[in-house]
């Protein structure tokens, strides 16, 4: 960095920590660039709204909003997080109001690992919940990193400080735990989440919407006990239109699942809209088993933004768990004898840019065996991002 860069960006700072609205607003009118810039000069820094924030100065703050600072700017990764989270978590009341009013997104992006409300719920900021709550945040969002809802993270506020407000909020409003008891037998395709939940890992109190065969259809999220701890998304209930199978895909555990996307079929989105798409394509009776392929150039699924360097997913049983399929008992309260009695969880595993083999029956057939027995390392697709 130049010299003269380097006493700019000091220029800058100094201005900011004494809070000189004056010097600043000179300074941004005349390097316009700095405004989109970083305190330190690093291309993948944190943005000044963040810097400003800690300093806890709502002035310089506005300063920079009213020449053009981009109020949802996300920092680098892992954690993406924006102005709004770092105003939430240092408690800052007056400033996530003011973010909020020049149309800060309440939780954050898509790739935002913690949301303003898990990080005011973890500081014990009672105030600033409410504030996030009224404007619409999502209250059973699981974090990217510590996959853990709001309530979770205002627990663990409450063991350290013996303060229960916050969590006693939440709750009234709704909120669950990771930890809390739920009643699986009442949702459809229940053996489908029980089988998963005991033979793979535990199941995550919630599901993600999609639409398959013109009804709402909720996917499922396990944590595979296994190492690194990688996620498994699954579909529960397609079996109930006739095919005995139900598939998934296996995730990083740091993979960005949401209910809704900002950014509609992104490559944060890929694995609920490819279940979409394949799910609804065995509902409406179309053959698929093991060995079934799905192409990045398929019209059907070219729309989609496929994570880098994959061309293809093929269908494989792959045996993760002693029984290789599912029994069904005659307790399914939405079973009926049209219904199979035996289900198959089919995993959709990613075929990497060098795969030569895809028209070969022969060689797709040796790719499913040698992979039916893979470790879950061997069949994630990659992270996004």
């Not at 600033?128 to 809802?149: D, M, S």
Request: net charge negative; aromatic share 10%; glycine share 8%.
């Amino acid at each position: 960095m130049d010299t003269n860069k380097t006493e700019l960006l000091k220029s800058v700072l100094d201005a900011i920590n004494r809070e000189d609205i004056s010097a600043l607003s000179s300074l941004l009118k005349t390097f316009p660039y700095l405004i989109h810039g970083t305190p330190y000069g690093g291309k993948n820094d944190s943005g000044y709204l963040r810097y400003i924030i800690s300093g806890k100065s709502i002035s310089v703050v506005k300063e920079f909003l009213t020449h053009g600072a981009d109020v949802n700017r996300m920092d680098p990764a892992p954690l993406f997080g924006t102005p709004l989270c770092y105003a939430s978590y240092e408690g800052e009341v007056d400033i996530v109001k003011l973010l909020l009013e020049k149309g800060a997104l309440v939780d954050g992006n898509d790739l935002t690992a913690k949301t303003p409300l898990m990080l005011a719920a973890q500081e014990g900021h009672l105030e600033i919940i409410k504030i996030l709550l009224n404007k619409g945040a999502e209250l059973h969002r699981l974090g990217h990193i510590q996959r853990f809802f709001p309530v979770d993270f205002s627990q663990a506020y409450e063991q350290v400080h013996k303060n229960e407000d916050c969590t006693t909020y939440l709750r009234e409003f709704g909120g669950i735990s990771v930890a809390d008891e739920y009643e699986w037998e009442k949702e459809k395709g229940y053996q489908i989440i029980a089988h998963v939940s005991q033979n793979g890992g535990p199941v995550y109190p919630i599901g993600f919407p999609r639409t398959v065969k013109n009804e709402e259809f909720l996917f499922r999220l396990a944590t595979i006990r296994a190492k690194d701890a990688p996620l498994f998304l699954f579909s529960a209930g397609v079996y109930l239109h006739g095919n005995p199978v139900e598939i998934g895909v296996a995730l990083p555990k740091r993979w960005p699942l949401l209910k809704n996307y900002l950014q509609k079929k992104s490559k944060a989105s890929f694995p609920l809209d490819v279940l979409e798409i394949v799910s609804n394509h065995i509902s409406y009776g179309n053959g698929f088993g093991e060995g079934f392929i799905i192409e990045k150039n398929d019209p059907t699924y070219s729309e989609l933004k496929w994570p880098s360097g994959v061309i293809a997913l093929i269908a494989v049983n792959h045996k993760w768990s002693q029984e290789d399929s599912i029994s069904l008992e005659e307790t399914d309260s939405y079973a009926n004898t049209s219904n199979p009695e035996v289900v198959s969880i089919l995993t959709l595993m990613p075929v990497m840019e060098d795969a030569k083999f895809l028209n070969t029956k022969p060689f797709i057939e040796k790719w499913c065996a040698s992979k039916s027995k893979a470790k879950w390392a061997k069949i994630i697709l990659p992270l996004p991002y």
